[in-house]
Structure formats: structure tokens, C-alpha cells
């Protein structure tokens, strides 16, 4: 869409809030479209998998070549948006993410659909960083709930993508014309983007401990976050396989319940705006890993049942939407978040999608599909005690700073 620039640029809204506005419109529009793209390829695993004539262990690779795409986007691109104006290096994200949206059906061979599915991460790992990035140095300190809510737009993209590409297969009997609907919804982006101007960047304070950036801390991070993200990817990426493969839908609907796990996910981030500015970080934070542990089990336990795989789903989606963007905002309260650091943060988010849902892709066929949820049952169980390190750690530096 074509933001209106001018629109909110009136005598009664002062020129500086009227950028912040307009700023934070478009970087949720742009987390719409990075939704979108981020949630298509678990509903057409299968179907790309027909495409290049190959199996579900040999696909799943697609996981892992996008993942380390994304990890060197998100190191270049946070190199990028400290040295240069970070508008157009997001629009250029989207432009790169339409074209690869668009080969990417039309690939024969599986090497060649990898090489489209790294470039596309890369695009999707340097427009991730810069949203959160720049919608820091929009907001600084206040920015907690607008983080939550830039999350908030990207489970509204994650929501819609499964149902979008359910009815094209449904209309064109193919996946094709959904990838090629995916990639024409990117284009209104880099048209917003490009008409905003960009914020100033964050610089590493010389006075005080909050305006340093603690390396410790960061890998802390950076760990939580691989092992997040890894649960994320890995369940929203393998749900529509697995329930397939368990007997318990058919495509068509193993769709629809990819579409309730980030409907749910969405749900989740327009709730925790809100929590967001009344509620502690560390108790949303570990609210929500217990809350996954949960779902997860429910899953596990009655594997066999639809009515616990849809109440489970759900339970996962809502747990885990809020997890991301608090964390962030807790970071963004410990030190200062430049381009780099936010880069870090999402290598270990890409690292932690390329291997797990790798991993799951060569147990799936050999021990079976019942080895997906237990792998995201290990790797939760270990983000939580990660978790609590990570908040005796700051509690210990906060108590001797103090």
C-alpha cells in the first residue's frame, strides 16, 4: 500500500511524533508482508517437494539453506542499518523477497529452489533486523508495546498466508499462483518504505552501564533466542506435515490448523500491548514457557487425537507470540540495541530455525512423525532453564551495578 505521508503532517500534530507515527505504521505494514512470506513454506513442504521430485527428508533441507540465509542477512543488514539510512535497505529486502516468491514455485530441481530459498532468507533476515532495529530508535524506552505490536502485525501476515495459499491451491490446483499472489503483496511495501524518511541511529553511549552493550549478555541472548525461534519455526514449519502424516486432517485442513497456530499467535500479540505496559518482562516471559510446555504435552500425550492436536496448537500460538519482541524490550532495557547487536540476537534466531527444523526433517521418515513434537518438547524444556540463567545473571549485574 501507498503510505499518505502528508496525511498526519497537520499544525495540530507536532512534525517530530508525526514521524514516529508514520514510521510505526509502516514498519507494521512491512510486518504484515514479512509474515506472509515467513509462514508460506510449511503448507506447501509437500507440494515443493512434488515440484523437485524429491521426499520430506531431502526438502527439509529448504529449512536449514533459508535459515542460513536469514543469519546472513541479519549480520549484514545490522551492519547496514548502523552505517546507512535503514529505509531503503528494507525496501530493497522486499524487493529481493518478491522475486524470490516468484521463482521459487517455478524451480524443477531441489538445488535450485535451495539457492532461491537462501537468497530469500537473507531478504527476510535484513528486513526482520531492521524493523526491530528501527522501531527502537523510534521509540527508545516506550517502546515496549509498540514492539509488541510490530509482532502483533507480523502474526496478522503469519494468520493469512496459510489462508491465502488454501485457496489458490483450491481455485488453480497448484501452489504456484499463492506464491505468485505472496510476491505481488510485497511491492505496496517498498513503495511505503521508500516515502519515509529514515530515524537517526542509536549510538553506544561512553556514560553508564545501560548505554554499553554487555557481550555476555548478548550471547545469553542470542542463545534463548536459538532455541525460541528453533520451537517456532520447527512447529509452525512441520504442524501441517505432521497432522497429515499422524491421520488427523487432510491437506486442505492441516492448513487451516496451520492458519490457527499464528491465528492464535496473532490473537496472543494484540493481548500482550497491554500486559506489555502494566507486567514485568521476566513474568510474561516465563508465563509463556511454561504455557508452551503445556500445549506441547497436551499434544504429545494424546497424539492420536484431533480435538488435542487443535487445543494444542492453539495453546503453542498463544504462548509463544509474546516471547520475541518481550525479550527484546527487556534487552533494550539492559543496554543499548544497535543494528549489530539486533544482528547477533538474530543469529542465533537463524541458527536456531536451520537446525532444529532440520533435525525433525531426518527423524521424520526414519523414527517417525511423532519425533517432531518431542524434539520441540527437548528444545523448550532447555530454553527454560536457558531463561533462568539468563535472569539470575541480570538480577546479579543489576544488584552490582546498584
Not at 513442504?45 to 523437485?52: I, P, Q
Not at 551492519?79 to 525496501?91: F, I, K, N, S, W
Not at 526414519?366 to 513434537?373: H, Y
Request: aromatic share 12%; glycine share 10%; proline share 4%.
Amino acid at each position: 500500500m501507498s503510505l499518505p505521508v502528508t496525511t498526519l503532517s497537520t499544525e495540530s500534530v507536532p512534525p517530530a511524533r508525526a514521524a514516529r507515527i508514520l514510521s510505526t505504521v509502516g514498519y507494521y505494514a512491512a510486518f504484515v508482508g514479512l509474515g506472509l512470506t515467513t509462514a508460506s513454506l510449511g503448507p506447501t513442504l509437500s507440494s515443493l517437494a512434488d515440484h523437485t521430485q524429491s521426499n520430506l527428508r531431502e526438502i527439509s533441507f529448504l529449512f536449514t539453506a533459508r535459515s542460513l540465509g536469514y543469519l546472513v542477512g541479519s549480520l549484514l543488514g545490522g551492519r547496514l542499518y548502523d552505517r546507512t539510512r535503514g529505509h531503503p535497505v528494507m525496501a530493497t529486502g522486499f524487493i529481493v523477497i518478491a522475486m524470490m516468491l516468484f521463482l521459487a514455485p517455478l524451480m524443477p530441481l531441489l538445488w535450485l529452489l535451495t539457492a532461491v530459498l537462501l537468497v530469500l532468507g537473507m531478504a527476510e533476515g535484513a528486513v526482520d533486523v531492521g524493523g526491530n532495529t528501527l522501531l527502537v530508535w523510534v521509540h527508545r524506552r516506550e517502546v515496549g508495546p509498540f514492539m509488541n505490536g510490530l509482532h502483533f502485525f507480523f502474526g496478522v501476515g503469519t494468520f493469512l498466508s496459510p489462508i491465502i495459499i488454501a485457496q489458490a491451491v483450491l481455485m488453480s490446483g497448484d501452489i504456484t499462483w499463492a506464491y505468485w499472489a505472496l510476491a505481488l503483496i510485497m511491492l505496496p511495501m517498498v513503495v511505503g518504505l521508500a516515502r519515509l524518511p529514515s530515524p537517526a541511529a542509536q549510538k553506544v553511549s561512553e556514560d553508564g552501564p545501560i548505554g554499553q552493550v554487555n557481550h555476555l549478555l548478548v550471547v545469553l541472548v542470542a542463545v534463548f533466542f536459538f532455541l525460541y525461534v528453533g520451537a517456532e519455526v520447527s512447529f509452525g514449519g512441520w504442524i501441517f506435515t505432521y497432522a497429515v502424516a499422524m491421520g488427523l486432517t487432510d491437506k486442505i485442513i492441516a492448513a487451516y490448523l496451520t492458519s490457527a497456530f499464528w491465528g492464535s499467535f496473532t490473537l496472543s500479540r494484540l493481548l500482550a500491548i497491554p500486559i506489555a505496559a502494566r507486567v514485568r518482562p521476566r513474568y510474561i516471559l516465563l508465563a509463556d514457557l511454561v504455557g508452551c510446555l503445556i500445549s506441547v504435552g497436551v499434544i504429545v500425550l494424546w497424539s492420536h487425537s484431533a480435538t488435542a492436536i487443535w487445543l494444542g496448537t492453539f495453546g503453542v500460538g498463544l504462548c509463544m507470540a509474546s516471547i520475541f519482541p518481550t525479550t527484546i524490550s527487556w534487552a533494550g532495557r539492559r543496554m543499548t540495541i544497535t543494528g549489530q547487536v539486533t544482528g547477533w540476537f538474530f543469529v542465533g534466531s537463524s541458527l536456531g530455525g536451520m537446525v532444529l527444523a532440520w533435525l525433525i526433517g531426518q527423524l521424520f521418515e526414519s523414527v517417525g512423525p511423532q519425533a517432531t513434537m518431542f524434539a520441540i518438547l527437548f528444545d523448550l524444556v532447555v530454553a527454560l532453564g536457558v531463561f533462568v540463567v539468563l535472569m539470575l545473571y541480570s538480577s546479579r549485574r543489576s544488584t552490582s551495578e546498584a
